[in-house]
């Protein structure tokens, strides 16, 4: 079973930037369209950006031209580099795959606050 530990949330005004980080355990990582997802407060969790094992990446509306999302599948990690963000960016942040094939991990908070 693939392990995934989320990392880099924090507090941050809005306007700012974060860079999150997932690292996975385990060789089939770069098989896999690997995603990131938010759980706000009370919500369902959703997904917000997403990347294929061809590099080809999408975006849930609301964050178009402000996350970025990558991979590097030699150290089996995805990112998520977060500019301008908004209080509604707020939550905690999970990675796993577009199917959701693997546990989840810890998450990482993002409180996005003045």
């Known amino acids: 079973q693939v392990q995934l530990v989320e990392s880099g949330g924090g507090l941050v005004q809005p306007g700012g930037s974060l860079r999150l980080s997932c690292a996975a355990s385990g060789s089939i990582f770069r098989i896999f369209s690997m995603a990131w997802y938010r759980q706000a407060p009370g919500e369902q969790r959703v997904l917000v950006a997403s990347?294929?094992?061809?590099?080809?990446?999408n975006y849930e509306d609301s964050v178009k031209g402000r996350f970025t999302i990558s991979r590097d599948n030699a150290k089996n990690t995805v990112h998520l580099q977060m500019n301008s963000l908004k209080p509604e960016d707020t939550g905690v942040y999970y990675c796993?795959?577009?199917?959701?094939?693997?546990?989840w991990g810890q998450g990482t908070q993002v409180t996005v606050s003045s």
């Open positions: 796993n795959t577009i199917q959701q094939n693997w546990d």
């Open positions: 990347i294929t094992n061809g590099y080809m990446t």
